[in-house]
């Protein structure tokens, strides 16, 4: 696409869609952390582990707090931010 033949507004209109895309994960997780539970795979999100990690962590009885509601699985954010905030690493800067 070339730049110097759209108008003004063309151009602006491919920078908002650009910027849509940029930050949509970022919104979504956003939307995750407002929610009271969250499923396995939006849990895994959250916590940057994949949905096989949290799994094997319920069997192993260890990783975050979850309940059950029947046999689907939920995992409570403010639970998970605690559960982050204990086991979480640290990192200093130089």
């Known amino acids: 696409m070339n730049l110097e033949s759209l108008s003004l507004e063309?151009?602006?209109k491919e920078l908002?869609?650009?910027?849509r895309e940029a930050?949509?994960?970022a919104a979504e997780l956003a939307k995750l952390q407002n929610r009271l539970s969250v499923t396995p795979v939006?849990?895994?999100?959250?916590?940057?582990?994949s949905p096989d990690?949290?799994?094997?962590?319920?069997v192993q009885k260890r990783g975050p707090e979850y309940s059950k509601i029947g046999t689907k699985v939920v995992y409570e954010v403010p639970k998970l931010r605690k559960w982050l905030?204990?086991?979480?690493?640290k990192t200093i800067s130089c």
Do not use: D, H, S
């Open 10 to 12: 063309e151009v602006r």
């Open 16 to 19: 908002r869609e650009a910027a």
């Open 23 to 25: 930050f949509a994960p």
């Open 42 to 49: 939006e849990a895994a999100q959250l916590i940057g582990v």
């Open 53 to 58: 990690t949290l799994r094997n962590w319920r």
């Open 85 to 89: 905030e204990a086991n979480g690493r």
